[in-house]
């Protein structure tokens, strides 16, 4: 079981002051025409963390990104629309954020300058190391000179290590009735003693989000506010139509990562696995053999239709394929990767795409995928 803890500064930004930044963000030029957090799902994997609620100071480059801010489902914590999450430096093959300081502080630097205030982190990110452990701290400290109140740090906790704290195993999901019940009292406690501000689950199944929900207001304790789940053109149940659900009943939102697929949306694969891409690393070879089998192959055509679009919208696959899960209503913030500045800020270039996606757009979009999922609703913001 994976779990989600926010941890925030208690002075935040007042509503008033957030909505009319999104508003100078939506009037600025240029904008025009918007893990392993894993608490419960997939297999039970962990339960993390979120952090400080604060929108971060309007700076130029914030304001011409057009950078939104939305609520972290039906809490009052408002997040950048894009996060920045797991970055792979696949030269050295580990985690860019945590082997290579310069090139961390680069990208979170840059990453927060251009209005991106939510930063997600994992204690087993490169062996423990990583941004919620010790290593985090100076990493942060290229940032931490604006008001800390401005940043969200999100961490999940299921492996354990040196800097985590194994709450759950996978095994004691299962085979312990209690099991929920627990986690969802640890993470009361943890909120309670003020290491952190909100709790959400990562990959967890929409019957066991439920029943951490209805176990906390059993026993008045505190319930999750979030969902970390996969979310991209090829994965598409679970967010559009089992999600939704929970967040009008229960007001759980959705925070997505692998936009892109694992890369696989990038466009780079449509000629096979290249030297030094993520699929070539130690580790990865069920990427490999998911990109060369015959499924591939189709997903690798329709990105080649999909390329037509993007082309005719002028921006990238990637933008294309990151506006399009920042069009789901039901979507608080998507997660990024990156292991470079450039293609970090052509990530952030989504949001400039995301008003060019009109229905008639959406609809050939859903044409080449064929795998629109019943639902009870358009979710188009």
């Known amino acids: 079981m994976q779990v989600s803890f926010v941890c925030t500064d208690h002075r935040g930004v007042s509503r008033s002051t957030e909505d009319r930044l999104n508003r100078q963000n939506a009037n600025s030029p240029g904008t025009g025409t918007r893990s392993k957090f894993r608490t419960v799902a997939m297999v039970a ?39 920045l999450g797991e970055c792979t430096d696949v030269v050295s093959k580990t985690c860019s954020l945590t082997l ?45 000179l604006r008001r800390r109140s401005s940043l969200v740090i999100t961490t999940k906790i299921f492996w354990g290590g040196k800097y985590g704290i194994c709450l759950l195993s996978h095994s004691q999901t299962h085979t312990l009735p209690f099991a929920v019940a627990e986690t969802v009292r640890a993470m009361t406690h943890v909120i309670n003693q003020g290491m ?40 598409r149940e679970k967010v559009e139509v089992q999600l939704p659900e929970l967040f009008h009943k229960i007001g759980v939102g959705a925070m997505t990562w692998s936009p892109l697929a694992c890369g696989i949306i990038s466009g ?32 690798q055509a329709k990105l080649k239709e999909l390329q037509a679009i993007a082309e005719r919208l002028g921006c990238t696959l990637p933008q294309l394929a990151i506006a399009w899960c920042l069009r789901n209503e039901g979507v608080s913030s998507v997660l990024l ?9 052509e990530n952030i270039g989504a949001i400039q795409v995301l008003p060019k996606l009109s229905s008639s757009i959406v609809h050939e979009v859903d044409s080449i995928l064929g795998n629109k999922p019943y639902s009870k609703k358009d979710y188009r913001s």
């Not at 709790?199 to 026993?219: D, H």
């Not at 979030?226 to 979310?231: K, L, N, P, R, S």
């Not at 096979?272 to 993520?278: A, D, I, K, N, T």
């Not at 990767?337 to 800020?345: C, E, F, K, P, R």
Request: with cysteine; aromatic share 10%; net charge positive.
């Open 196 to 235: 952190a501000m909100y709790w959400g689950t990562s990959r967890w199944s929409p019957m066991e989000i439920m029943e951490a929900y209805s176990v906390a207001r059993q026993f008045n304790q505190i319930p999750p506010i979030c969902e970390q789940a996969e979310y991209h053109m090829f994965q």
């Open 268 to 299: 780079k694969y449509d000629s096979g696995v290249p030297p030094y891409s993520r699929a070539s690393l130690k580790g990865y070879q069920w990427l490999k053999d998911k990109i060369l089998s015959e499924e591939g192959r189709r997903q």
């Open 337 to 345: 990767g990156a292991s470079n500045t450039d293609q970090l800020m």
């Open 100 to 144: 290579v300081p310069q090139m961390a502080e680069q990208l979170m630097t840059l990453a927060y300058e251009n209005g991106i205030n939510l930063f997600d982190t994992a204690e087993v990110y490169a062996a423990g190391n990583g941004l919620c452990a010790e290593g985090f701290r100076p990493r942060l400290s290229c940032v931490s």
């Open 45 to 83: 994997r962990s339960l993390g963390q979120l952090s400080v609620q604060t929108v971060p100071s309007s700076s130029d480059q914030s304001m011409r990104t057009g950078m939104k801010y939305r609520n972290l489902g039906k809490s009052g914590l408002r997040v950048s629309c894009l996060g």
